[in-house]
């Protein structure tokens, strides 16, 4: 395909327009209401990106002269310069800007720390490293990708022209007052300058910085944990999260306190005794239905973080309680309506150690705000392993019952496969990464696509579905293309043998068969009815290959007591999760892989959440947004 001087003509008279209105901003107003909007430095800029890229792209298709690191990164760029549609050009960005950042820190942003870094995570440490460092590392790296030919510095100049507009010139995606976005940036900025560092080294840094550890909740949640160590406590203590019409952003609660905190922590050093009246954001005298909701729930959050900071959580559960008793005696003291009364009781609830944190002290709160402030909505979660007496046994009858995975086999459409894995092809709840999955993937897909329509309509059907071929595109590419690897993999990916290795051992060995509970010593859960989603994740670690395999059951009660369980506020979801991990190590000269797997901890995990009217401060329902809470759903999340 060729690229006609016609293009390069119509693109420069445009380029030559779009330079003159950003260069005038009378010029730019004038030609704007001339046009009823149509003709303006930001649709010329549109138009000139979607002609030059098309004609860079034109280019490198026709004469296939930036290998395949470049023909990789063109169709993304295509697409966030051409596509006009808003959410694909939002899409084509965040495509572009995947195959900007290596796998490994897309890995370590996407999917170890985003619960730290937030929304957007990619945007922001890619913007962050432009404001610390310049926009010189980016430029050169951009440039060595698809510099040097002709078109090429062109094309580069396009995409950093594409970066500006839609990410790095955003303020708030720079972060430069974070402390983990400044310690990723230098990773990234390190990556760009061709001194790369590992980026589980730079996650060490990080999580130093954290007042946290990770934990096997982490392993369950992404399935990386090949060894099945534990890594210890898995979340934040207290998150807040700023939220509204612009893109997310994330604080830790306790930096938002961090002042009053260091106050009261030096009192106690000079000797001096601090007074609860010392401690920020106190009720009014008197709760009545003129105090909202949000007003109630945001002084107890505040206080909380506050006091466990400067006193322990020991001495902030006391103070705590002699809260929770005054919002008793405002409920008790017949000033309130029962509407105002039944949400200060969900309220309350919200800050009872008994409700959201019942498994024990890991875990941590989130707060949103709205864009002016407000409060409006608050999340807690609460994290344990359960029945470490007998979770040695779990482990053991599992991985027994991993060592003897079927090892028959089956032909799919030219792969061959575990007959097991066969059965569930397309179906399966399995997460692979998108990068196993590429354009000459899709091309050749979409053609299959067109010859099975043409077959079918004529009465024939083909083998493969378009579920089952696209999954076992990913799959294959995943294993190198190696046919023993992928026949080995497959063999795990098997709902029955899940159910075997981690279910059934799980339930036979941690629910007591009088109360059908899960638990024991104070931590007693109630499961739903029925059987446990059951999850797949594959992943490639070179030279290694993980497979995950989860089951997850939704925790309908819980509590210390039996007889008393609690329910949960809202709809976040409650679950109790087994875990194992399958590592694979493809084999050299035609051996087989060498294979080997672990069973790790189960873990509950508690969710409560309450969100706000953003006018009136008092609870929203799920089922009528209306201001009152109930119903069987609960409440929802703003």
Not at 406 to 433: D, F, Q
Request: proline residues 4%; aromatic residues 4%; negative net charge.
């Amino acid at each position: 395909m060729a690229t006609s001087i016609g293009s390069y003509l119509s693109t420069g008279l445009k380029t030559l327009a779009f330079s003159a209105l950003e260069k005038s901003d009378t010029l730019n107003s004038i030609a704007n209401r001339l046009s009823g909007g149509k003709i303006n430095r930001d649709t010329l800029a549109q138009s000139v990106l979607r002609d030059a890229i098309q004609i860079g792209f034109d280019y490198a298709a026709s004469n296939k002269s930036l290998g395949e690191r470049h023909s990789r990164l063109l169709p993304a760029i295509r697409q966030a310069a051409i596509d006009n549609d808003h959410e694909q050009m939002q899409a084509g960005v965040k495509k572009l800007m995947e195959k900007l950042v290596p796998e490994g820190w897309q890995e370590t942003v996407g999917n170890l720390i985003t619960d730290k870094l937030g929304d957007h995570a990619l945007e922001k440490v890619l913007a962050t490293t432009v404001q610390q460092y310049g926009r010189k590392p980016l430029e050169d790296y951009i440039k060595g990708m698809v510099g040097g030919r002709t078109g090429g510095d062109f094309v580069a100049r396009q995409i950093m022209a594409i970066l500006d507009r839609a990410v790095l010139s955003k303020t708030e995606f720079q972060q430069g007052d974070s402390t983990l976005y400044r310690l990723m940036a230098k990773g990234l900025d390190a990556y760009l300058t061709g001194k790369p560092e590992d980026p589980p080294g730079v996650l060490s840094r990080v999580l130093g910085v954290v007042p946290v550890v990770t934990s096997t909740v982490q392993t369950v949640r992404n399935g990386i944990d090949q060894l099945g160590e534990n890594l210890g406590q898995v979340l934040g203590e207290t998150v807040s999260r700023k939220v509204g019409l612009s893109p997310t952003e994330t604080t830790d609660v306790r930096e938002v306190h961090s002042k009053a905190i260091e106050r009261f922590r030096q009192k106690q050093e000079e000797g001096l005794e601090i007074e609860t009246d010392d401690l920020p954001m106190l009720f009014h005298d008197e709760i009545s239905d003129q105090v909202k909701p949000r007003e109630v729930l945001s002084t107890l959050v505040a206080r909380q973080c506050v006091s466990e900071g400067v006193f322990g959580t020991e001495g902030s559960a006391k103070m705590m309680e002699e809260q929770a008793q005054e919002l008793q005696k405002a409920m008790d003291s017949g000033r309130l309506s029962s509407e105002r009364r039944e949400e200060l009781e969900v309220v309350a609830k919200m800050v009872n150690p008994e409700q959201t944190r019942p498994l024990g002290e890991r875990g941590g709160t989130e707060v949103g705000y709205t864009l002016t402030g407000r409060m409006a909505r608050v999340e807690t979660v609460n994290h344990a392993y359960m029945r470490d007496d007998v979770v040695g046994e779990v482990a053991r009858e599992g991985e027994e019952v991993l060592d003897g995975a079927p090892t028959g086999t089956k032909l799919m459409g030219g792969w061959n496969v575990s007959s097991r894995y066969a059965e569930h092809a397309g179906t399966l709840n399995l997460e692979l990464p998108d990068s196993s999955y590429g354009y000459t993937d899709m091309a050749l897909q979409g053609v299959n696509t067109l010859w099975s329509t043409g077959w079918s309509m004529m009465g024939w059907s083909k083998e493969l579905s378009i579920s089952q071929e696209s999954e076992l595109r990913s799959l294959s590419n995943l294993c190198g293309n190696d046919p023993q690897v992928l026949e080995t993999v497959t063999r795990y990916l098997d709902p029955d043998l899940a159910r075997r290795a981690l279910a059934e051992p799980t339930l036979r060995h941690m629910r007591d068969p009088e109360t059908g509970l899960v638990g024991s010593e104070g931590r007693y859960l109630k499961l739903e009815d029925g059987e446990p989603e059951i999850r797949f994740s594959v992943q490639h670690h070179d030279p290694l290959i993980s497979i995950s395999m989860q089951t997850v059951w939704r925790i309908e009660r819980y509590g210390a007591d039996p007889q008393s369980l609690r329910e949960p506020i809202g709809d976040k979801p409650c679950t109790l999760s087994s875990v194992a991990v399958i590592t694979l190590r493809p084999g050299t000269d035609g051996a087989p892989p060498t294979v080997s797997h672990n069973v790790g901890g189960v873990v509950a995990t508690i969710g409560n959440v309450v969100a706000f009217d953003s006018s009136t401060g008092s609870l929203r329902t799920r089922e009528d947004d209306s201001l009152l809470p109930g119903g069987e759903g609960g409440l929802q999340t703003a």
